[in-house]
């Protein structure tokens, strides 16, 4: 009975202490693993061939290359109109009529107004011709000093102011038939007309309502000559503008066709600058060909003006270039050569990126060529293939 009891102590014993190494080792392992500095996971991204374009971002307008602003010249009613949106029109059609009641009024009294003047006229010719004839007798008595001299002197003057009186009646029939000429123009312009081919744009009037033209030509329509050829007015940035010249390629794209890229030709670089909130701009216009009607006035373009192209070529994220590793992470200097082997980061002037090797960054000095903003073209110092740590994996807690 005793052994029995001696044995069961004994196994009690052994179970405590097991418990007790199973315990501390929890505690040390939960130690460990929580106190221990985790590996440093770097992103990465191939070395790879692609075409690359450098280009200058801006954004613009689409309009039309020619828009004709139409309006009238003379104020009044408009009486009717013979266009709507997107009507076609063809040079010299009639597209609007005005109420021409005060401009047929102001004819008829022009003209009754020359009558009056030709009347006088004529009147005038007759006290000429009298004058005329009173002054010839008049000097064929004096030569037969049949009558006093001062005789002749008052018919001369009365002949004289014939004359003149007859000069002026002329005029003023010319000047009352400028007056008619004008109000018949004014009632011509009653009558409005396309001046050219083209499609309406806008319609900026409606039947009855009255325009007024005392200061500035009101605009009853906006007419666009050719849709098909259009033109982008784009918004040029002072710091890229001198990168822009006449003949530059552009592609741009539109929010209604994402997807789609247009393609264009700079043909004007306009010197005169504008400044928006101290920010000054140049406007470039970029024509481009519109033959299937898609792009529309007023829609908004987003632009590249083409400075350079590369075809296959080594490229890299722009990424990668801001990459730098912490002061705490061994860096060395890649590819093994003169100067090789460990180097301080801020030594090393030229354009460098970190290739991961043994879960290590190693520095790679390279020769960059153009840039689109977010890849760089690489003409020296890597490899197709070649992966180029751009940032570092920050782990999420709780891992």
Do not use: C
Not at 18 to 28: E, F, K, N, T
Not at 117 to 124: I, K, L, P
Not at 201 to 214: D, L
Request: glycine share 6%; hydrophobic share 40%; net charge negative.
């Amino acid at each position: 009975m005793s052994k029995i009891t001696a044995n069961g102590k004994k196994f009690k014993f052994k179970a405590a202490a097991a418990i007790l190494i199973a315990v501390a080792a929890a505690a040390g392992g939960w130690y460990f693993w929580s106190t221990r500095t985790p590996d440093i996971t770097y992103k990465t991204s191939p070395v790879a061939r692609a075409d690359l374009l450098s280009t200058i971002q801006a954004t613009g307008t689409l309009s039309a290359v020619e828009t004709v602003d139409v309006g009238t010249q003379i104020s009044g009613t408009i009486k009717e109109l013979y266009f709507d949106y997107n009507s076609s029109v063809k040079a010299g059609q009639l597209i609007a009529l005005m109420d021409a009641a005060t401009q047929s009024a102001e004819v008829a009294q022009a003209e009754a107004t020359v009558a009056s003047a030709q009347a006088d006229v004529m009147s005038a010719e007759a006290a000429l011709d009298e004058a005329t004839k009173n002054l010839s007798r008049t000097q064929e008595l004096a030569k037969r000093d049949l009558i006093a001299k001062a005789d002749v002197d008052t018919d001369t003057s009365t002949w004289i102011k014939a004359k003149a009186t007859l000069a002026a009646s002329r005029a003023k029939v010319a000047q009352y038939r400028a007056a008619l000429e004008k109000s018949r123009i004014n009632l011509n312009y009653t009558r409005i007309y396309s001046p050219v081919d083209g499609v309406v744009v806008a319609k900026n009037v409606e039947e009855g309502q009255t325009v007024a033209a005392s200061y500035q030509t009101p605009s009853i329509a906006e007419i666009a000559r050719d849709l098909t050829q259009m033109q982008v007015e784009v918004n040029v940035d002072e710091a890229d503008i001198g990168g822009v010249h006449e003949g530059q390629l552009a592609t741009f794209n539109v929010d209604t066709y994402p997807s789609e890229s247009f393609e264009g030709k700079v043909t004007q670089v306009r010197l005169s600058p504008e400044t928006t909130d101290n920010v000054v701009t140049y406007t470039v216009i970029v024509k481009v060909q519109n033959p299937d009607g898609k792009l529309l006035p007023g829609m908004t373009a987003n632009v590249s003006l083409i400075l350079e192209s590369r075809e296959d070529v080594l490229i890299v994220p722009n990424s990668a270039f801001r990459f730098k590793p912490s002061t705490g992470q061994s860096t060395e200097m890649g590819p093994p050569g003169p100067g090789g082997g460990k180097q301080n980061i801020a030594e090393v002037t030229a354009p460098s990126v970190y290739l991961l090797e043994k879960k290590k960054p190693v520095k790679v000095e390279v020769e960059r060529g153009i840039t689109n903003g977010q890849s760089t073209e690489i003409l020296s110092g890597l490899k197709e293939g070649e992966r180029v740590i751009t940032g570092i994996i920050v782990p999420k807690e709780g891992n």
